[in-house]
């Protein structure tokens, strides 16, 4: 009976993390604050579940684990050579404006709630991290202005791992305090997590680069790596195993001629699934004596967090930087709070209770009070705030390119001239190596996978083309991104609809995005036309060259309109149904393949 209740737990806790998942990406939301908010309910509040009477002593080795696992993927983003070409402020606000942000909320955490220093510190820490779970969400909606909304965006990208690196520190260096030889403790700790940690990362990437391993084992063999090292680690020296992982991590990372796309995507699935149901178990686990016992001071060191901390670090750390006073304002303001803080202060809060450390209990409902706050106040407050300083960004005219196949590419590349941000995606990489050679900014992956919605930058980007020879991921990819873009917005290429009467085969018009060009305009036509020659042309309209006289001009032509640019460089897309008036002083741009004279010649015999 005990099994089955276990079963129709963990059944029921998979479902609910689903619908929390899904319910953040139909309300553009970050995901914590709903699995945070259902974990209270079904805990604290209801009563319902309670993980340590469900999970005994597996409770721990399996937060553990899991945060093992999150900090380890997390890990394999930071790449030295993207942290080399972000702008000087970002390197400046992960440095010297998280160490700035450590200091002011430990001070404030020990003054304000009576925490001893060691769990004023690591407090301080934990709340230093931002991450891209949080922060790409809320950049989607508010949509401030493309300077901005990079520096933000690679702040969290780069803090998550860098944070997490700094919280292991800490927390290693508070518990050798506690022994007798804490520096030598200490010491110990760092040389088994970075040697045990170095070789691992080393030896994965000498097997990956050599190709020793088949592509469907390796997902498989990375993590049993992890939880390998991080176990080993640990046996080693206690508490060195999340160094070891997150230095094993970025080795990988860093590694040269390795391609760790596919693993990255077997982690980003892993990490949901480890997220989903970990949070739900920490939020359940917290009592409301917990927020009691916190009393008004959490409030104040929230307080602090927001206006105090959070503003110092970005005036101190852009103190030499061309940003405009209204543009550090808005930085002071957005800093959501994320996942590696919640995963963490659990874990480390489970440990020093476990080493009878008194107020440990403390960490979890304190670091959860930050993130709801902080996340909710600004999703509530940053896009007001973003107009009321005047550095919300106006109607973006970029385009995202779903597909980097020869027919992308070349309408990319016609895009590219009207001074917008064109992006083309495609898991093919030959595609995309043919894309970045042609000079286009590309993403390499699918544009609907979890590791797009966080990493796929869609600043300045407004419109949704998807070109590629499957309508059915057209399709998809159009529904994906209508809550981004907006439905008429979003456009992909459909091919002829043949009446076959079998429409449950057919997807939904509903929500799919606008059919690009024209009812019989497929990938194959377009494909066709530009492998015998044709050729994407921009002519401008006038009054002595009128819309008339270019359709008389490209008579005897195939002619495809794609696009219509008015005086002010606003891009209008053709569909099956156009709501544009074109005139004087527009240009349109279209696929063109001029008939040669043998071809005029056959097709007037073939009217005849």
Known sequence: MHEEMIGLTIAGLGVLGLSCQWLAWRMKLPAILLLLMAGLIIGPVTGVFNPNILFGDLLFPLISLSVAVILFEGSLTLNFDEIKNVRRNVKSIVTVGAIITWMITSVATHYLLDFSWPLALLFGSMTVVTGPTVIVPLLRTVRPQAKLANILRWEGILIDPIGAIFVVIVYEFIVSSSTIHSVEVFGLMLLVGLVLGGVAGWLL???????????????????????????????????????????????????????????????????????????????????????????????????????????????????????????????????????????????????????????????????????????????????????????????????????????????????????????????????????????????????????????????????????????HFNAVAAMHFESDFGSRNVFRLNGRRHNSGLEKHSASQAHNGAALFGEDISYKKLASLINQGGEIKHTKLSDNFTLEDYYTQYKASQLIPMFAIDPKGYIYTYTISDEFAVKAGWTIVSLIKELKVSEEVKDIKTEA
Request: hydrophobic residues 55%.
């Open 205 to 471: 990437a000498h097997v990956l680069r050599r190709h020793l391993l088949p592509e469907y084992l390796q997902p498989f063999a990375v993590l049993a790596l992890v939880l390998g090292v991080f176990s080993g680690a640990n046996a080693l020296e206690p508490e060195a195993g999340l160094l070891a992982v997150t230095v094993m991590g970025m080795w990988l990372a860093n590694a040269k001629d390795v391609n760790i796309q596919h693993i990255l995507h077997f982690k980003e699935n892993l990490t949901i699934l480890l997220i989903s149901g970990l949070f739900l178990i920490l939020a359940s686990r917290i009592q409301m004596s917990d927020f009691h016992a916190l009393g008004w001071g959490s409030i104040a060191v929230f307080v602090v967090i927001q206006l105090v901390s959070r503003p110092v670090s970005i005036f101190v750390s852009t103190m030499f930087s061309q940003l405009a006073f209204k543009e550090k304002l808005f930085l002071a303001w957005v800093a959501p709070r994320g996942i590696v803080a919640a995963a963490i202060s659990a874990l480390f809060a489970l440990k020093l209770s476990n080493d009878g450390v008194a107020g440990a209990e403390l960490l979890v409902p304190l670091t959860f009070m930050v993130i709801i706050g902080t996340v909710v106040l600004q999703s509530l407050t940053a896009r007001p705030m973003a107009k009321l300083l005047g550095v919300a960004e106006p109607s973006p005219k970029g385009f995202l390119v779903v597909g980097a196949n020869d027919v992308a590419r070349t309408i990319a590349l016609a895009l590219k001239k009207y001074d917008c941000r064109v992006v083309v995606t495609d898991s093919n990489w030959d595609y995309i190596r043919a894309a970045r050679m042609a000079g286009l900014e590309t993403y390499y992956g699918n544009a609907v996978s979890s590791h797009a919605d966080e990493y796929l930058d869609v600043i300045g980007i407004g419109h949704l083309l998807a070109l590629t020879p499957d309508k």
